[in-house]
């Protein structure tokens, strides 16, 4: 079979219809209320505490820190109280032994360190301050101070939430091992350390980057009401919503304020429709899947989110190459080739190694308008270490690339789109023709081209949403959620003290 005529029923299977659409919207709302509901459900649903967001307005000095994976960030952001705000931040890289040190201890002293480096560093005179208050009061245990710091904590490790600043460690990933820590509040962990070194600081609230994401939203985009949704389309994907408070049916632990009628909730949206009952299912996914560390699990992560685009891409150039009825990165086809004479690929290619392709090239292949496909064939030369890769190749890859990519846009719409039918601002006569602001961040939204618009076009096809509807939903960056999130979130809590 020609490689064009293949490539075409490559491609064929990854289309996501209209239909394919507005079935997924359907099981999306199904599952977000059955996980409102219960625990253990597909759609986790997680109540985060935080029961409001906020709308430019807020004021003040707050600090963020932020663990995700290989470094520490710590950062103090100034609040202008219109829109505007000034962060100043430094990162650590947190080292190897302490991500599997024998005590808990041994890691939340490092952190706590850097934020006493910090303080001395970025804010000497308030710290000094501090220091010379607190010698004259003679019980700690009774010391109250206006100054000292409220800090929003992003943990991007799984959490039981227990409370605006509470939570305790479910198990490590990335890398981490530290069995002491796991089951313990990590807020309590890290503020027993600050208490050690004195510092003028408080743990206010343990925060996730989605909600952050919702917040640095809110705060940040002009004329908003707040953003309804906060979506992260990075390494992996997930989304924070506000939700109203009659809707969350399952009980609570932790106290918080009723006031203002609704609850953040961390949806979890990665592990929406395990189950399979509508996620489409190639067999590149299938593959990926038994070959992944959790197969089963992350079902709609695994089709959306960065980690995985382009292994999928690698599971079908790899089908491509051994299929003995077409010519493929061969070198018959190199004859329109300008960069070598002959195709080849090095035995040591990432592409022979799983995960060895990265989603950029999805981003590159995307944005490649250039008639002989020359940035992707470099991006192939540099990155993958296929040289020479005829035109004809080229084109192939871009086919699969371009459909792996659209299919990822289409099902984050999916999850976009039932969330913004399920706040029910559509047809909310309060706010009529009010625009409804989605924050995004993570680097595939943020550099894969029209990833953007192809999320739009598959929301003005939804049943309930249509072209009127989707005009009013904007889909912005949210800039800087883990630091300017997490201290709007600090914010909040300090006012629930
Ligand atoms: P994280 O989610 O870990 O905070 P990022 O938002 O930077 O970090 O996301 C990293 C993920 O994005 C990786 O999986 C990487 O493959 C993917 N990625 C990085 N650059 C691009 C790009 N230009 N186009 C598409 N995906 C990208």
């Excluded at 829109?83 to 650590?92: A, E, H, P, Q, R």
């Excluded at 091992?177 to 206010?204: F, R, S, T, W, Y």
């Excluded at 250039?370 to 086919?399: C, F, M, V, W």
Aim: aromatic share 8%; with cysteine; proline share 3%.
């Amino acid at each position: 079979m020609a490689l064009a005529a293949e490539t075409q029923s490559i491609v064929n299977q990854f289309e996501y219809t209209d239909d394919d659409v507005n079935k997924g919207v359907k099981e999306f709302l199904r599952q977000m209320a059955e996980g409102l509901e219960k625990d253990g459900t597909s759609l986790s649903q997680i109540p985060t505490y935080v029961t409001g967001v906020p709308n430019g307005t807020e004021k003040g000095l707050y600090m963020a820190v932020d663990l995700g994976g290989t470094n520490f960030r710590v950062c103090s952001v100034k609040l202008n109280g219109d829109g505007t705000f000034n962060i100043t931040s430094d990162k650590v890289a947190v080292p190897k032994a302490l991500m599997v040190a024998k005590t808990a201890e041994e890691l939340f002293a490092f952190l706590a360190l850097q934020i006493k480096k910090f303080l001395e560093k970025h804010h000497g005179d308030h710290f000094e301050a501090h220091i010379r208050r607190r010698m004259t009061v003679s019980s700690p245990e009774g010391y109250k101070d206006e100054n000292v710091f409220r800090m929003g904590f992003t943990f991007s490790f799984p959490v039981q939430q227990m409370g605006i600043n509470k939570g305790t460690l479910i198990r490590w990933t990335k890398g981490f091992d530290i069995q002491d820590a796991v089951g313990k509040d990590v807020c309590a962990l890290l503020q027993q350390e600050i208490d050690k070194l004195h510092l003028p600081v408080k743990v206010a609230a343990l925060v996730n980057d989605t909600v952050g994401t919702l917040m640095a939203h809110s705060y940040g985009a002009p004329g908003s009401h707040g953003a309804v949704l906060g979506a992260i389309f990075g390494t992996g994907t997930n989304g924070a919503y506000v939700e109203k408070l009659s809707n969350v049916k399952k009980p609570m632990v932790g106290e918080y304020d009723t006031s203002t009628g609704e609850m953040v909730i961390n949806t979890e949206w990665g592990s929406f429709d395990n189950q399979l009952n509508v996620l489409p299912n190639t067999p590149w996914d299938v593959v990926l899947d038994k070959q992944s560390v959790n197969p089963g699990f992350q079902m709609y992560e695994k089709r959306v989110s960065g980690m995985f685009l382009g292994e999928i891409l690698r599971l079908v150039i790899l089908d491509l190459l051994k299929n003995p009825d077409v010519s493929f990165l061969k070198d018959d086809n190199s004859s329109t080739n300008d960069l070598r004479s002959t195709t080849d690929i090095a035995e040591t290619s990432s592409i022979f190694q799983q995960w060895g392709v990265d989603s950029s090239i999805l981003s590159v292949a995307a944005g490649d308008h250039t008639p002989a496909l020359t940035l992707l064939r470099k991006g192939l030369d540099d990155n993958l270490q296929i040289h020479a890769a005829a035109y004809e190749d080229a084109q192939a890859i871009k086919s699969v690339a371009d459909a792996i990519g659209r299919r990822a846009a289409r099902l984050a719409a999916v999850a976009i789109a039932a969330i913004v039918l399920q706040t029910g601002k559509l047809n909310d006569p309060a706010h009529k023709d009010e625009p409804i602001d989605v924050g995004v961040d993570g680097s595939l939204v943020e550099h894969y081209p029209y990833f953007r618009e192809m999320i739009h076009e598959a929301l003005s096809i939804v049943d309930g949403i249509g072209k009127e509807g989707a005009k009013r939903i904007r889909i912005g960056l949210a800039e800087d959620g883990s630091g300017v999130g997490a201290a709007l979130i600090a914010l909040v809590a300090a006012g629930m003290e």
